[in-house]
């Protein structure tokens, strides 16, 4: 009866509502509480929205004064004093320490805007449709997203999905012994292979929606080489596996590298709606207004983002504590695979992204559904939903992650004995 609103008006499109089936009424940090005061740890943070945690103390301060004191909400792409003091705030914290040159371009308010955009004005720049993507790659359910976009549950031949673009494999995922740089290398410089030479090649450095694919540092230090070689556009997709979660700000960071355009949203906003792109400034060649739109920056998420930067990242502490954290959850997730070594293919991840994938995906949801009815929020990734994935907000203390690696085992413990 509780979902009955739910359930009477809402589309059948819903889908977290499925797996999470209650009313939610507050939530602190890396805790949520439903209506009847049950209390869930958070292992899922929004998917990867909050990093800073549910009603973070001083993101929220900040925006009840600005609030108070009248700041603008809504300013298309004019200048505000939010928008003004984000821009130093994000220079000075995290494009300056790095070594790193952007222009920033505010878009639309979710992940699937910056990578319209990126994708757009990569073209425009190079002059060719063609693009390239990798296999078990989510980028976003708009139009230009989906072309890019791997898993066929999200396509529709009546959609009508533009054309121009190709999926190539990612690293590993035909084995260990298969280079797929060599691969790619091939088909782009045989003239005969079929392939265009396309305009960029788009990635998520770890394959966060796809199951948790890392890729290796050599192999983006090679795939940069090639975007090198042959004249083409690297897009680092940072939307899901950017703004910490990696432990370094960008997760491409430990590669050494530097993509040419950059797409950022989720938690870039701190819990508020927005997304941008980083572009080097010779791609910056836009013509004023066109490419635009109604709710471009939000002033709200600027304010919660200038806060979450100096408190988080004005110098290395946080980025130290996130990977003393993830040292954790890769324990956590070790002892998970050596408790039930019957049900656990093998896990994998890197920072605050760690997934276990199960010998048998029609497990995974079970083990999700119990471990959400014994009080920990956590969802699956992977083509097939077969991983479990550990996506925490990246401030949630070490107790709660043991506590809720103990729900969690204690799940796949009782689906077992189902089983």
């Known amino acids: 009866m509780a979902l009955q609103t739910f359930n009477k008006y809402e589309s059948e499109v819903r889908g977290y509502i499925r797996s999470f089936p209650v009313i939610f009424e507050r939530a602190k940090m890396a805790e949520i509480w439903d209506e009847s005061g049950k209390r869930y740890i958070d292992f899922f943070a929004g998917a990867g929205a909050l990093n800073y945690g549910h009603n973070n103390p001083d993101i929220n301060a900040a925006l009840i004064e ?5 700041g603008i909400g809504h300013a298309l792409d004019m200048g505000t004093v939010a928008k003004k003091e984000f821009i130093e705030n994000f220079v000075h914290n995290i494009l300056e320490p790095r070594d790193l040159e952007y222009k920033l371009q505010f878009v639309g308010p979710t992940g699937t805007n910056a990578i319209e955009t990126a994708l757009k004005i990569a073209r425009k720049v190079k002059g060719r449709k063609q693009v390239m993507s990798f296999t078990n790659g989510f980028h976003g359910m708009s139009m230009g997203s989906l072309s890019i976009t791997g898993n066929s549950y999200y396509h529709d031949e009546s959609y009508g999905v533009p054309g121009y673009t190709t999926q190539v494999p990612f690293h590993k995922y035909l084995g260990d012994k298969v280079d797929t740089i060599a691969y790619l290398r091939k088909i782009l410089e045989d003239a005969s292979s079929g392939t265009e030479l396309p305009a960029a090649i788009v990635l998520e450095t770890i394959q966060a929606e796809g199951g948790i694919n890392v890729s290796g540092e050599q192999w983006l230090r090679d795939l940069r080489q090639i975007c090198d070689d042959f004249d083409i556009l690297m897009i680092a997709d940072e939307i899901q596996v950017g703004n910490g979660r990696s432990s370094d700000f960008f997760s491409f960071e430990r590669a050494g590298i530097q993509p040419d355009i950059i ?29 635009s739109g109604t709710f471009r920056g939000n002033n709200l998420a600027f304010v919660s983002s200038s806060v979450a930067l100096k408190k988080y990242w004005s110098d290395d502490s946080f980025s130290k504590e996130v990977k003393q954290k993830s040292n954790l959850v890769q324990a956590r997730m070790e002892k998970l695979a050596l408790r039930f070594p019957q049900y656990v293919r093998e896990i994998r991840g890197h920072g605050m992204i760690w997934g276990a994938e199960f010998k048998d995906p029609d497990m995974t949801s079970k083990v999700c559904a119990q471990a959400f009815e014994d009080g920990l929020v956590i969802e699956t990734a992977g083509a097939g939903g077969e991983v479990i994935k550990f996506l925490g907000p990246l401030v949630i203390t070490e107790e709660l992650i043991n506590e809720g690696f103990d729900i969690l085992e204690g799940a796949v413990e009782k689906v077992g004995k189902k089983q």
């Open 66 to 70: 600005y609030l108070q004191h009248d």
């Open 263 to 291: 797409t950022l949203s989720k938690s870039i906003g701190a819990g508020q709606p927005m997304a941008m792109v980083l572009l080097k400034p010779e791609l910056d060649q836009w013509s004023p207004g066109e490419h």
